[in-house]
């Protein structure tokens, strides 16, 4: 979508992979300023907590930067700090559960699983993120998230990328079905899901933009680069995002 000479915006994404991966496509390249990962609506409002980063380790320095982000709660600052023109959120990152750590929550995201926190806040507590306490804390979270983005980036410039679980998969020619347990799962990830995009819409107004998935339309990717999952979908209903973010970007 650039054009030489036009300013092209600039995109923040609080959300996944299933977003990010989108901007690597020719028609958004180099509109992505800010992405924000592993990490759950209702830790990002929660109150910072204490992590010493030179006693942290993780191979992947993304993915450590990612952790001090959730502990330290500085998702809203950034976001000040870039002022970007649109903001997409999806709620992928919602599949993990959480960890309450004195009065605050955190991730427990497969980045902190896979870090070495050399014994910090050993005593942490474990919050099912698909619990009933789980899911009434992210309804408590989301109309404070919605409130603190939208004072930096306004509800007609924020896409809701509605991504949820698809329980069939593309094989080569061939559709299958995921196992029954699996399929079982992308069913309860997208009950929780739905209620949590409904909240945030109920809180974002009209005025805010959606895409979506339709499970059962949609497709995952056995040949998918981050191996096979109901959330890392086929090429087909990438092409059919960034199409439509690319029209949403020109048009307003």
């Not at 990962?37 to 930067?65: E, N, Y």
């Not at 976001?79 to 992928?92: C, G, K």
Request: contains cysteine.
């Amino acid at each position: 979508m650039s054009t030489a000479g036009v300013e092209l915006p600039k995109v923040a994404i609080f959300g996944s992979c299933v977003t990010r991966d989108l901007f690597e496509d020719d028609a958004l390249d180099g509109l992505l300023s800010s992405y924000t990962a592993r990490c759950s609506v209702i830790s990002t409002v929660a109150a910072p907590v204490a992590l010493d980063p030179d006693r942290l380790a993780h191979p992947s320095p993304w993915q450590r930067r990612a952790i001090i982000a959730d502990f330290h709660k500085t998702f809203f600052s950034e976001l000040e700090a870039q002022r970007p023109d649109w903001l997409v959120i999806d709620l992928i990152d919602e599949r993990f559960d959480l960890l309450r750590i004195a009065e605050s929550l955190v991730t427990n995201s497969s980045a902190l699983q896979g870090a070495d926190t050399q014994g910090q806040h050993s005593g942490a507590e474990l919050v099912r993120r698909s619990s009933h306490e789980g899911r009434e804390l992210f309804l408590g979270a989301a109309e404070e998230f919605v409130a603190r983005v939208t004072q930096i980036v306004p509800a007609q410039r924020i896409v809701l990328h509605r991504a949820l679980w698809c329980p069939r998969y593309r094989a080569g020619d061939a559709i299958r079905c995921f196992e029954e347990r699996r399929a079982e799962m992308c069913s309860r990830q997208n009950e929780m899901l739905g209620e949590g995009y409904d909240a945030l819409r109920r809180s974002l107004g009209t005025d805010a933009v959606e895409i979506a998935v339709d499970p059962d339309v949609h497709l995952a990717d056995e040949q998918h680069r981050w191996e096979l999952e109901p959330f890392h979908y086929e090429p087909r209903y990438n092409r059919f995002a960034v199409e439509r973010l690319t029209e949403v970007f020109e048009r307003r």
